[in-house]
């Protein structure tokens, strides 16, 4: 039975007549009744008549198809592009080609595939390879159509372009709706490995704007990193891809909330790296902090939005709303043209951490999977660590101020003791190799500080070598270096010296329980290191970050290691005299401790991260807590809800 697309219906002996129509043949839709068949493509009689109806439609349709090839021979290619259209037709469409009329054809054209590869063959192939939802198709019609694009792209292998961008651009669908994807991209690997070239630029191409849907962002990285797990030779790129859009969301989500941040006062309060942080700001509030772990009365990061709004003044009580009436009509209006902007800017802050949430932890999942014991002896482990070191270092640790993305090494490298000792040799490298940018230098060394201080899985001899290591140099650079601060030039040329001084002093604050050894004996003479360099002309009390230096100071002073108040006072003493940067007299000498006031400004900004600062992302953050040291495990002796109590006299000898 032929049904014509304009509802007229006739009965035809003759198929081949039927095939060759005239102005309107591109109009006609050709269509047999429906048959059934098995999984091979074969035709399965139903019982009675219906049975050999469908057996019969199968027959003519098959013949229609041989016919259509056969008549290209005569440069009449009419049969051959009604096919095609209805191929090409999207899946809603009931004039869409029945999955059984499809699996026949992909069998007859697979078995001629040199009588479509002509000019009235093209809208055939580019019909089918873009078959929408192919992968839905029944199992025999889907075996059909994989077996038909193999034999394409294996027979005229300029095909495989389109067929690979094709796969490529269904990433954005669910991991369990690409099965058939990776299945054809990892056939094709292995038998055109040139194909790999062609790969690497689609899966850029068509790369989710940072802006797309969370659903099509996960979807698009989980498929990019399972293509990874079977072609090793894209891990690379692969992964660079992926760091690079998970740093842009980071960045822009740290932009936001900078802006929607940018008029609180700074030094609220709790310990929690610099003085731009936004955990840990009001040390009177009970569940003020990002590390009070994600089991806090608060949700989550949507309670650490709220406590960001509340702080802008964006949630408004009711005195506040009285206050407004009272003023102008102007100022009305430009108070809600801010509600409005805020919470615009407050939307998009909960829409990119729920992405940067749900992307980080996916990408953590696979990783964990990714860096057994078994991998990292085998080796693929290995490799896929030393690429995500590589990536560190050129893509994370330069860009500044990101939030997140940086747990990736921080989780990844406590997998193993191995992993972490060599993520500490990366930074200790980075931070002491003379080619580096001083920049990048205190970067890798605010890393160090930040590592050594929160990593959970850390063993005592780690932090014993690191601290080891760091005091040592700092001893070093004491002896070689002292005397240049009477000499001209700004305080600036010891950036280095004041950043590495800061790491340990951060470190210390942490770990300072388990630095003595079985005495009671402080490692690396801790108390005598830090007596030494407290009292030396660098005067790091004065140069490295407040937050910190206060809080050591409170430590230092409670383990008996060393007092520091006198100095911060008298540092805190000649800023208010409005003498900072003046010739200063110390020990009968001239020390001239100036600095340009933007470089000074830019090295505070450096000394004032902290990149392992708390996670306010949710889920993120709760798969971190066995990971993670919180502030509030090993503050309770240092802090004081009231400053008038805290004791700074010296400690008695």
């Not at 000019?119 to 078959?131: A, D």
């Not at 025999?140 to 027979?155: D, G, M, N, P, T």
């Not at 070689?480 to 004041?498: D, L, N, T």
């Not at 910190?548 to 383990?559: G, N, R």
Request: proline share 3%; aromatic share 10%.
């Amino acid at each position: 039975m032929i049904a014509m697309e304009n509802g007229q219906k006739r009965q035809r002996t003759d198929l081949g007549s039927t095939a060759i129509g005239g102005s309107d043949k591109k109009k006609r839709k050709v269509e047999f009744s429906e048959i059934v068949m098995d999984q091979d493509g074969n035709s399965v009689p139903s019982g009675g008549n219906m049975g050999e109806d469908k057996k019969f439609a199968l027959e003519m349709f098959q013949s229609f198809v041989v016919r259509a090839l056969k008549e290209q021979d005569s440069n009449e290619s009419s049969g051959i592009e009604s096919l095609a259209m209805q191929v090409s037709l999207p899946a809603s469409s009931v004039d869409r080609i029945s999955a059984d009329n499809f699996s026949l054809l992909l069998r007859i054209l697979g078995n001629n595939i040199t009588q479509i590869d002509n000019k009235s063959g093209l809208s055939m192939i580019r019909s089918i390879i873009n078959f929408e939802k192919w992968w839905e198709l029944p199992a025999a019609a889907l075996s059909s159509y994989i077996s038909f694009i193999r034999i394409l792209c294996s027979s005229l292998p300029k095909w495989w372009q389109d067929v690979s961008m094709t796969l490529i651009s269904n990433f954005q669908l669910s991991m369990t709706r690409t099965v058939h994807h990776h299945e054809m991209l990892r056939y094709f690997l292995k038998t055109i490995p040139s194909s790999i070239h062609i790969i690497d630029s689609y899966i850029g191409k068509f790369f989710p704007n940072k802006n797309d849907s969370k659903k099509v962002l996960l979807n698009y990285i989980s498929n990019v990193l399972a293509l990874t797990e079977y072609c090793h030779e894209l891990r690379f790129q692969a992964w660079s891809l992926v760091i690079e859009k998970v740093i842009s969301i980071d960045v822009e989500l740290q932009n936001e909330l900078d802006e929607l941040d940018e008029d609180i006062d700074d030094g609220d309060g709790g310990f929690e790296g610099g003085d731009d942080d936004d955990e840990g700001e009001d040390d009177d509030d009970d569940d003020d902090s990002g590390d009070s772990g994600p089991d806090n009365d608060d949700d989550g990061a949507d309670a650490s939005q709220q406590r960001i709004l509340k702080r802008n003044g964006i949630t408004r009580s009711g005195n506040d709303a009285d206050d407004d009436m009272d003023g102008s009509d102007q100022d009305s209006d430009e108070d809600m043209d801010d509600e409005v902007y805020y919470v615009d800017l407050s939307h998009n802050i909960k829409e990119l951490s729920s992405k940067l949430d749900d992307i980080l932890a996916v990408i953590t999942s696979k990783l964990s999977c990714a860096l057994t014991p078994e991998s990292l002896e085998e080796g693929d482990g290995v490799n896929i660590f030393n690429t995500l070191t590589s990536l560190f270092k050129t893509h994370i640790l330069p860009t500044y101020y990101t939030r997140s993305v940086q747990y990736l090494m921080f989780h990844v490298s406590q997998q193993q003791p191995e992993l972490m000792d060599a993520f500490l040799v990366t930074l200790i490298d980075i931070s002491f190799t003379p080619t580096e940018t001083m920049e990048k230098k205190i970067k890798s060394l605010q890393y160090i500080g930040s590592f050594i201080a929160r990593a959970k899985r850390l063993t005592r001899t780690q932090i014993v070598f690191v601290t080891s290591y760091l005091t040592s140099w700092l001893n070093r650079y004491v002896l070689e270096r002292e005397e240049e601060v009477y000499q001209p030039g700004g305080m600036e040329r010891f950036k280095h010296f004041y950043a590495v001084f800061q790491s340990i002093c951060y470190i210390f604050c942490f770990r300072h329980s388990i630095l003595r050894d079985g005495d009671d004996t402080w490692e690396c003479e801790l108390d005598k290191f830090f007596q030494r360099m407290v009292i030396s002309k660098f005067n790091p009390l004065k140069y490295c970050n407040e937050n910190v230096m206060m809080m050591f100071a409170k430590i230092a002073q409670h383990e008996g290691v060393v007092y520091c108040f006198s100095i911060i006072e008298n540092n805190n003493n000649e800023r208010l005299r409005g003498i900072t940067g003046k010739t200063t007299e110390a020990g009968g000498s001239s020390i001239t401790g100036t600095w340009s006031l933007a470089t000074r400004q830019q090295f505070i900004d450096l000394q004032s991260y902290f990149p392992y600062d708390p996670l306010f992302l949710t889920n993120y953050k709760s798969m971190m807590k066995d990971y993670y040291i919180e502030w509030t495990e090993i503050s309770k002796d240092y802090e004081s809800d009231d400053s008038d109590e805290i004791d700074e006299s010296p400690p008695s000898a």
